[in-house]
């Protein structure tokens, strides 16, 4: 399977956009491809735009966090 590394334009896509083209590649899947290959082919761009989905998820988890853990600490500097 291809690396997002090795398909820049998926490493580039925001959220919103990884999302939306995921959930087209599971409607086209859903449908049935014509063929086994282009079966394939769309199982392993949803893959590659899945992880895409999960770093963007990660990374907002980490700021969430660092902002709260930031809150955190300048409320207890008050006291």
């Known amino acids: 399977m291809e690396t997002m590394a ?3 334009d998926v490493a580039e896509l925001s959220y919103e956009q990884a999302r939306d083209e995921l959930m087209r590649v ?3 899947l859903e449908q049935g491809a014509p063929t086994l290959e282009h079966s ?25 966090d660092a902002a709260r853990q930031h809150g955190a600490d300048a409320n207890g500097a008050q006291n």
């Open 6 to 8: 090795a398909d820049p």
């Open 26 to 28: 599971v409607a086209e």
């Open 40 to 64: 394939l082919e769309l199982w392993e761009r949803g893959e590659l735009l899945a992880a895409r989905c999960e770093q963007w998820l990660i990374g907002a988890k980490q700021r969430l």
